[in-house]
């Protein structure tokens, strides 16, 4: 895990999924006015992002209703984020991300990635690839600027930890 003072572009935008389209993109600014953006960060082309899509729904669970917004941004068009997805694109908010802008404004190497983007655009932790105890410490920067509790990583039936893929392909 990395605290940074990586700040995103507030030109950056962030286009969601809805109902298997891509929905009215906007600045991520726009999406930072109340909460901070608690974000995974897939590629669905890859088995290593499938192989933490279960891990990932129960984390971004376990924060519903506290002061973030929870997402998912998967580096894919539509049609193919619905279909790696699944039934999770429902969900949860979903960002379509198919030119990476996203991840290589938050700076990212390694996917999957589990990103705490603060209300004011800066990147306040950040974990890469499949290490419960990375993505822990960002459950705790979470809990701690919403003052929220935290979760214990990994959990019964969670992956062996393993490096993420090429975040930029």
Known sequence: MAATDLKLPTDLVLTPLVKGA???????MEWLTTFHLASVVLDPYTNESSWILRTASRVLEEFRGCD???NMIVTAGPADASAFLGPLADKFLVFCDPDRAAVKAMGLTELPAFVLTQVDGVIGAK???WDPRTWEKVCDAIAEITKWSSIELPSSGDPVPFSGSPALG
């Not at 891509?22 to 991520?28: D, F, T, Y």
Request: proline share 8%; charged share 30%.
């Open 22 to 28: 891509a929905g009215k993109g906007r600045p991520v």
């Open 68 to 70: 973030v917004r929870i």
């Open 127 to 129: 974990a890469e690839g």
